[in-house]
């Protein structure tokens, strides 16, 4: 059975840090795509990174420059570090593993998700 724990959110003011982690179970992350999704009040999920098997990362424009995805393998985690972080960037963040094909934006293509974690940035 696949799990994904999301930890490490919390409160945060305008210009601080945090970093997120989503560590697996019944599944090895070393072998699939694990993006960054989040969730703001009234609002849809959104794609925020990727990082691919081979390492490489992918983000949205919003989070350029700010945030990074990394990994440890040898723990079967995934890391989100978000600095200079911004009002704007309140939400619920949530990890997430796309085994096959499809759109990295959307979240029909991920099949097993974290319970999320809450980030609130106060100005």
């Known amino acids: 059975q696949v799990q994904l724990v999301d930890s490490g959110g919390g409160l945060v003011q305008a210009g601080g840090s945090l970093r997120l982690s989503c560590a697996a179970s019944?599944?090895?992350?070393?072998?699939?795509?694990v993006a960054w999704f989040r969730q703001a009040p009234g609002k849809e999920r959104e794609f925020v990174g990727i990082?691919?098997?081979?390492?490489?990362?992918y983000y949205v424009d919003s989070v350029k420059g700010r945030f990074a995805i990394s990994r440890d393998n040898a723990k079967n985690s995934v890391y989100l570090q978000m600095n200079s972080l911004k009002p704007e960037d309140t939400a619920v963040y949530y990890c997430?593993?796309?085994?096959?094909?499809?759109?990295?934006?959307?979240?029909?293509?991920?099949?097993?998700w974290g319970q999320g974690t809450q980030v609130t940035v106060s100005s």
């Open positions: 997430a593993v796309r085994l096959y094909g499809g759109r990295v934006s959307e979240t029909r293509a991920y099949n097993y």
């Open positions: 019944g599944l090895t992350f070393s072998t699939y795509g």
């Open positions: 990082s691919w098997s081979a390492g490489n990362t």
